[in-house]
């Protein structure tokens, strides 16, 4: 099935973004309500400077792949991080639904993003609870603007709309906010596992040949996998309920009594659905002592792989054509399909003469939404959708606070570690000039050289490429160190400080400008 649900954009720009506005510093301070993590300053929205690209409605031309050296290039011009979208915390599911993208389109997607050439990098993160994309560009405000029109074009909503859905972070706090998304701190389910495996997912497509992840991007999120999976291995977060699939099933035993006047283990189960949602809750009905359980699905391939996963599970399979069969003669009907139209609501409950019979409790884990609200009008059902598992969620976040709080210590580590590698980047103008430098003095003085040594007839052609190589090598040993010097820093003023030095000890500024002036010298004489 399809996990689909919140868009989130991450934009590399070397300034801050002037298209949102909202404070900085305390985006994702741990609080008594952590799970939300602070939703009003998420809350940062377009300003009305944002306008539509493209109004002409002209396809935008695919751009070549950059490569590895240009991508490196295109980083080292103060590129900072930056995260556009909406999520459970904050965005009814109809907004979401509407923004949510396969896996499989994940690529095609960013590329979409990227081709009209305001945005340089960038990657979508489509599940259940969140629909994020991650972008690099050089101007803020076109890109935020670019993206902005994507997803309102995408999801048939003026911009106007997703404006109140839609949050932004920028620099030190979208680095914040993807590592606590990939470290399972800012799901519905706190500590729950799905999530980085996602993560890794969008790690792995943006680096793929048709993905759009540049430099920038895939270190932050190769970062946000490794400090995902430190949370998991050195802390206690993922203990217990981890997932939405346990989410559903807490709740079903919560509202059983409730709803339907009946034990949770009498009530009689059915999950339409044998993708991946439903392994993860048929994992955590068994350990609620589940029995038996009929899975109604397209095909008998899926289910027959479940009833080999679970041999101590009454599993039964039935297909599509007796869905209102099962329905009818049971208490609890799950849906976790990746059908993107209503596979139950009230007009089909009606036709199939459903309306008014006992009890039925229906459970919706699939975004977009397989149940129809209207089903709440149906006399003696209640239905459910995942906004509905907040209460059921809320208190296992007042049991992990203690965890969340070691969990953000590592991940801290790890933001200073991606800000720091971020930083370094600046280096690269000034080890480019350095280089640049000295091979100019390299080959103005090698061809001082060579215009003596060709008055030498016994000088062959492979002689004076000898030459030519000892200079470049002679040069690069020579740079060598200064480099070295350069790159060894990891506190960012000392690396700055080490910056400022070698300018001034190379006169690289005055070589910039005089060579510049050279250039223009040398125009006037040919004029």
């Not at 206690?236 to 034990?263: F, Q, R, T, Y």
């Not at 400022?500 to 500024?509: R, V």
Request: proline fraction near 2%; glycine fraction near 6%; aromatic fraction near 4%.
């Amino acid at each position: 099935m399809k996990f689909f649900t919140t868009a989130v954009i991450l934009i590399v720009t070397p300034a801050t973004v002037c298209a949102f506005t909202g404070g900085a510093g305390a985006a994702f301070r741990l609080s008594s309500e952590a799970a939300t993590v602070d939703v009003s300053r998420r809350n940062m929205v377009a300003s009305q400077e944002m306008s539509t690209t493209n109004d002409n409605g002209a396809q935008p031309q695919k751009q070549r792949r950059k490569t590895a050296a240009e991508r490196l290039q295109q980083a080292s011009k103060g590129l900072q991080v930056h995260v556009l979208g909406l999520s459970i915390h904050h965005a009814q599911v109809e907004v979401r639904e509407k923004l949510a993208i396969p896996e499989d389109d994940w690529n095609s997607a960013s590329t979409e993003i990227c081709s009209t050439g305001q945005v340089a990098e960038a990657a979508v993160l489509s599940t259940c609870n969140r629909f994020e994309v991650y972008y690099a560009a050089t101007d803020a405000r076109e890109a935020t603007a670019r993206v902005t029109d994507y997803l309102s074009k995408r999801a048939g909503l003026p911009v106007s709309t997703l404006r109140k859905n839609l949050f932004m972070l920028s620099g030190e706090d979208a680095v914040w906010h993807a590592l606590r998304v990939s470290g399972g701190l800012d799901s519905l389910v706190v500590g729950e596992g799905q999530i980085l495996a996602q993560v890794k997912s969008c790690f792995k497509h943006a680096q793929e040949e048709d993905g759009c992840g540049g430099k920038v991007l895939s270190r932050l999120l190769n970062q946000a996998v490794i400090g995902g999976k430190r949370v998991r291995s050195e802390t206690g977060i993922s203990k217990g309920s981890v997932s939405i699939s346990s989410a559903a099933a807490e709740l079903s035993e919560v509202k059983c009594i409730k709803d339907l006047n009946l034990p949770f283990p009498e009530a009689r189960l059915a999950v339409v659905g044998a993708g991946k949602m439903t392994r993860l809750l048929i994992t955590h009905l068994a350990s609620k002592k589940l029995e038996k359980i009929t899975i109604v699905n397209r095909s008998m391939q899926r289910p027959q792989e479940l009833q080999e996963q679970f041999p101590d599970i009454d599993i039964e399979i039935k297909l599509m054509d007796d869905l209102w069969d099962v329905v009818g003669r049971s208490d609890i009907v799950f849906t976790a399909t990746s059908s993107t139209d209503y596979v139950i609501d009230e007009a089909l409950m009606n036709e199939n003469g459903l309306a008014g019979g006992r009890p039925l409790m229906l459970v919706d884990i699939s975004v977009p939404r397989n149940i129809a609200t209207d089903c709440n009008n149906v006399p003696n059902v209640k239905a459910y959708n995942v906004d509905d598992l907040k209460a059921v969620v809320a208190k296992n976040t007042a049991m992990r606070q203690k965890e969340m709080i070691e969990a953000e210590v590592l991940l801290h580590e790890e933001s200073a570690t991606f800000c720091a590698w971020r930083e370094s980047l600046s280096a690269i103008p000034t080890i480019n000039n350095l280089q640049e430098k000295a091979n100019g003095v390299r080959e103005e003085e090698l061809e001082k050289c060579a215009r003596k040594l060709v008055q030498n007839e016994n000088m062959t052609d492979k002689e004076m490429e000898a030459v030519e190589h000892l200079s470049r090598r002679i040069v690069n040993k020579l740079l060598h160190g200064p480099i070295k010097h350069l790159r060894k820093y990891d506190d960012v003023d000392q690396q700055q400080s080490a910056i400022k030095d070698l300018n001034e000890m190379f006169q690289l500024d005055d070589n910039e400008s005089n060579g510049r002036g050279r250039a223009r010298g040398r125009s006037n004489r040919k004029k």
